[in-house]
């Protein structure tokens, strides 16, 4: 159990990582907040 636990945790950090790169990678343009609420 805590193996899986600990996995999918892991798992979501290098989701994070990859969006952030990915976000990071993109010009950034002027952009309304709603931006935020579509994670």
Same mark, same amino acid.
């Given at each position: ?5 600990? /996995? %999918? @945790?892991?798992?979501? *950090?290098?989701?994070? +990582? =990859?969006?952030?790169? *990915? +976000? @990071? +990678?993109? $010009?950034? =343009? $002027? %952009?309304?907040? +709603? =931006? /935020?609420? @579509?994670?």
């Amino acid at each position: 159990m805590l193996d899986l636990k600990v /996995h %999918r @945790k892991f798992n979501t *950090l290098k989701f994070c +990582a =990859k969006f952030i790169n *990915l +976000a @990071k +990678a993109i $010009p950034p =343009k $002027p %952009r309304p907040p +709603a =931006k /935020h609420r @579509k994670i």
